[in-house]
């Protein structure tokens, strides 16, 4: 059985600085784009060896226009 979950952009980026500070302990480390491109890429590849499809929502990232 394989199952689909969306995240939105904003959502999985808070979640993946929030694993890296706790595993981390506190220590200051600036996370590059690169750095964290290569987390986010092991999370979906972890899920999908699951059989569970981890999508990711872009558009949710920029408010709309109409809104400003």
Do not use: C, Y
Request: hydrophobic share 45%; glycine share 2%.
């Amino acid at each position: 059985m394989n199952r689909k979950i969306i995240i939105r952009s904003e959502n999985f980026d808070r979640e993946i600085f929030s694993f890296l500070a706790e595993i981390g302990a506190d220590t200051p480390i600036h996370w590059d784009f690169q750095s964290l491109t290569l987390v986010k890429d092991a999370v979906i590849e972890a899920f999908e060896k699951k059989g569970v499809i981890l999508e990711v929502d872009e558009q949710s990232r920029f408010p709309s226009l109409s809104l400003l």
